[in-house]
Structures are given as structure tokens and as C-alpha cells.
């Protein structure tokens, strides 16, 4: 990425310390309004897999919710018959 000096405008290289039109210190960029705004859009992906963990222990749960009570509903007990 390019620089520019904050007082002229100058181009300046990866290694100036200071503007080499102008001679004042190149200032130690700030991450700009974008970059931040970039950095908070990146999802990170050990969240992505937590939640996918969590949706898809929370989906089986469910499962078994749904066919214990189904099972009951048929049968009269709370059994783990339909696995059979
Ligand atoms: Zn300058």
C-alpha cells in the first residue's frame, strides 16, 4: 500500500521516516473508517464452526425431542423404542 505524506502529499517509500519533499515525520497510520469497517465484516471462523456445533446439537436434541414425543404419543411411555 502506498503511502502519501499528511502535509504535502508526497508519495513516500515503505522505509521513509520522514517526507523526502518536505521533510516533516511520516506519521504511523491510523486504520482508516473502511478498514475498520472491513475488519468488523470478516466473521471469524471459530465462531462459524461454534455455531454450527450449537445448531446442529441443538437440531438433534430437537429430533429426539420430536420422536420421544410422537413415541409417547403412540405407545403411552417415554422409551427410546423408535430407535429400534
Ligand atoms: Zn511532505
Do not use: H, Q, R
Amino acid at each position: 500500500m502506498k503511502k502519501f505524506c499528511y502535509n504535502c502529499g508526497a508519495e513516500l517509500g515503505p522505509e521513509d521516516t520522514i517526507c523526502p519533499k518536505c521533510g516533516k515525520p511520516v506519521l504511523v497510520e491510523a486504520p482508516t473508517e473502511e478498514e475498520k469497517a472491513a475488519e468488523k465484516k470478516k466473521f471469524p471462523l471459530k465462531k462459524i464452526i461454534l455455531f454450527s456445533a450449537i445448531g446442529i446439537a441443538a437440531a438433534i436434541v430437537l429430533t429426539f425431542a420430536i420422536l420421544m414425543i410422537i413415541n409417547f404419543a403412540k405407545t403411552g411411555y417415554w422409551s427410546f423404542d423408535f430407535l429400534k
